[in-house]
């Protein structure tokens, strides 16, 4: 069982950063880098915010090519699916969770007392933080042997099946069973946010009178997302008959 621990505070971060050394199998040999990508902007400056941008880029690269390399035979669509699947705040949230990373973080009074060191999305932008910290530290292979590390077994435990099995495919199976015409797709915004794009698409099924608007950080996301409240909305439909 794990113990569970206060909130960090500057006088135990010496002592908590060896812990956190010690579970990642790195050392810094500048050890101001690993305080600045675990300081959330609440503390002060310098900050993780930038940190977390370089992380994210080295997060979706190195897990990218670990679904190439294990599952070479899908198609582009089906590894962006399971990129999508691996590379979003609840399970970065999870894997640092693991590594117990909220007890190293530097937060403001007024993060601490709203338990900030446990929620997801502080979380998941202090472990990318974490990667481009190492990358920046020693370079990108370190930074990718941690990572392989931490996801190793999630990704090795997925269920292809049940993974691929997504909301756009369930929409199709669930339309062609009903001898019904296939959806249809449009961009209908595409915008620029917090150093990170998104994409709005629109899911149409005009036989239906049925549509829907999803976004995500790609079109394929984005797609989905769509695709996701048109199926809910045509089951619903159809318990309704």
């Known amino acids: 069982m794990i113990e569970k621990k206060?909130?960090?505070?500057?006088?135990?971060?010496?002592?908590?950063?060896?812990?956190?050394?010690?579970?990642?199998?790195?050392?810094?040999?500048?050890?101001?880098?690993?305080?600045?990508?675990?300081?959330?902007?609440s503390y002060g400056v310098p900050n993780n915010e930038k940190f977390e941008f370089v992380g994210d880029s080295i997060l979706n690269y190195v897990i990218a090519r670990m679904l190439w390399e294990q599952f070479a035979e899908l198609t582009e669509g089906d590894l962006s699916l399971l990129r999508a699947k691996l590379v979003n705040q609840l399970v970065l949230a999870e894997v640092a969770k693991g590594i117990q990373l909220g007890d190293y973080l530097w937060l403001g009074e007024g993060e601490i007392k709203n338990k900030g060191f446990d929620r997801p999305s502080m979380l998941a932008d202090a472990l990318e933080a974490l990667f481009a910290a190492i990358c920046f530290d020693a370079d990108f292979i370190a930074s990718e042997k941690?990572?392989?590390?931490?996801?190793?077994?999630?990704?090795?435990?997925?269920?292809?099946?049940?993974?691929?099995?997504?909301?756009?495919?369930?929409?199709?199976?669930?339309?062609q069973s009903l001898h019904l015409s296939l959806p249809k797709y449009k961009v209908t915004d595409q915008v620029y946010r917090a150093n990170k794009q998104w994409f709005s698409v629109e899911c149409e099924i005009s036989q239906l009178s049925l549509c829907a608007t999803g976004k995500g950080h790609s079109k394929q996301l984005a797609e989905q997302a769509a695709a996701k409240v048109v199926l809910a909305k045509l089951k619903s439909n159809l318990l309704c008959k």
């Not at 590390?149 to 909301?167: E, N, P, V, Y």
């Open 6 to 41: 206060t909130a960090p505070t500057q006088s135990s971060y010496p002592l908590n950063s060896q812990l956190l050394e010690k579970a990642l199998g790195y050392s810094f040999v500048d050890s101001s880098l690993l305080k600045q990508a675990l300081t959330h902007r």
């Open 146 to 175: 941690i990572i392989r590390q931490l996801f190793d077994l999630r990704l090795s435990g997925m269920d292809l099946a049940l993974q691929i099995k997504d909301a756009k495919t369930m929409l199709q199976e669930t339309l």
